[in-house]
């Protein structure tokens, strides 16, 4: 018999099995992750006994800012409503625990890193994102100015009002309202500026990819 007629899936492993396997995935966890993981792995080994001997649980995938851990079909074992418990507990921890960190942390969506962050680890990403946005879109000047003649205040984020000069500051008024914007002249003017500020978070950004790039998802 070939090594490829051997039918992989109905190979079973034991409930301990899948267990020991966990135990030594933790490395393939994201690091905030790895507390709240071990946790689950001792809830899993503290229900293991005769009758769930065929339970079989999966290894940890990282999904929309989730960890999760499948307990599998198999034709021995039917859905084992503790072990559910156990592994939807992980899942639901996982969505507020800082992924890098283990800080409490929230569910982030962005171009390049969804992902569950704290504010520190996420700031520096949101911000550079939001930098290159705005490079992008000067690049084009004639386009830009057509398309901002002002920028509100109100539509930059934290990091990026920072480098933004109070003389550059204007009032608009606008339904009854008083705004405060930038004129499109001068919001160009903050190009170089904006180039500094973004090698900076690249940087930044950089140090904290090289800590999770194996969780990019
Ligand atoms: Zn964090």
Same mark, same amino acid.
């Given at each position: 018999m070939r090594f490829a007629d051997f039918d992989l899936d109905g190979i079973e492993m034991s409930f301990a099995t899948c267990i020991a396997r966990l135990e030594a995935s933790v %490395?393939?966890?994201?690091p905030g992750w790895h507390s709240i993981y071990l946790d689950c792995v001792q809830d899993l080994r503290g229900v293991e006994n005769a009758e769930r001997a065929l339970v079989e649980v999966g290894v940890p995938t990282v999904h929309r800012g989730r960890l999760l851990i499948e307990q599998l079909p198999t034709?021995?074992?039917?859905?084992d409503a503790v072990v559910q418990g156990i592994l939807r507990k992980l899942a639901a921890r996982s969505v507020c625990t @800082?992924?890098? @960190?283990?800080?409490p942390g929230w569910l982030r969506s962005g171009q390049s890193h969804p992902g569950t962050y704290c504010a520190d680890c996420w700031t520096p990403r949101a911000l550079r994102s939001e930098i290159s946005d705005w490079l992008d879109r000067m690049n084009q000047e004639k386009e830009f100015k057509a398309a901002h003649p002002v920028v509100l205040w109100? %539509?930059?984020g934290v990091g990026f009002k %920072?480098?933004?000069?109070?003389?550059?500051l204007h009032t608009l008024q606008a339904a009854g309202r008083t705004l405060l914007c930038i004129t499109a002249e001068r919001f160009l003017q903050l190009r170089e500026q904006l180039k500094l500020l973004k090698a900076t978070v690249d940087e930044q950004v950089a140090l904290l990819d090289a800590s999770e790039y194996r969780w990019h998802h």
């Amino acid at each position: 018999m070939r090594f490829a007629d051997f039918d992989l899936d109905g190979i079973e492993m034991s409930f301990a099995t899948c267990i020991a396997r966990l135990e030594a995935s933790v %490395a393939d966890v994201p690091p905030g992750w790895h507390s709240i993981y071990l946790d689950c792995v001792q809830d899993l080994r503290g229900v293991e006994n005769a009758e769930r001997a065929l339970v079989e649980v999966g290894v940890p995938t990282v999904h929309r800012g989730r960890l999760l851990i499948e307990q599998l079909p198999t034709a021995h074992s039917q859905p084992d409503a503790v072990v559910q418990g156990i592994l939807r507990k992980l899942a639901a921890r996982s969505v507020c625990t @800082c992924q890098l @960190c283990g800080k409490p942390g929230w569910l982030r969506s962005g171009q390049s890193h969804p992902g569950t962050y704290c504010a520190d680890c996420w700031t520096p990403r949101a911000l550079r994102s939001e930098i290159s946005d705005w490079l992008d879109r000067m690049n084009q000047e004639k386009e830009f100015k057509a398309a901002h003649p002002v920028v509100l205040w109100d %539509a930059l984020g934290v990091g990026f009002k %920072a480098v933004v000069p109070d003389d550059a500051l204007h009032t608009l008024q606008a339904a009854g309202r008083t705004l405060l914007c930038i004129t499109a002249e001068r919001f160009l003017q903050l190009r170089e500026q904006l180039k500094l500020l973004k090698a900076t978070v690249d940087e930044q950004v950089a140090l904290l990819d090289a800590s999770e790039y194996r969780w990019h998802h």
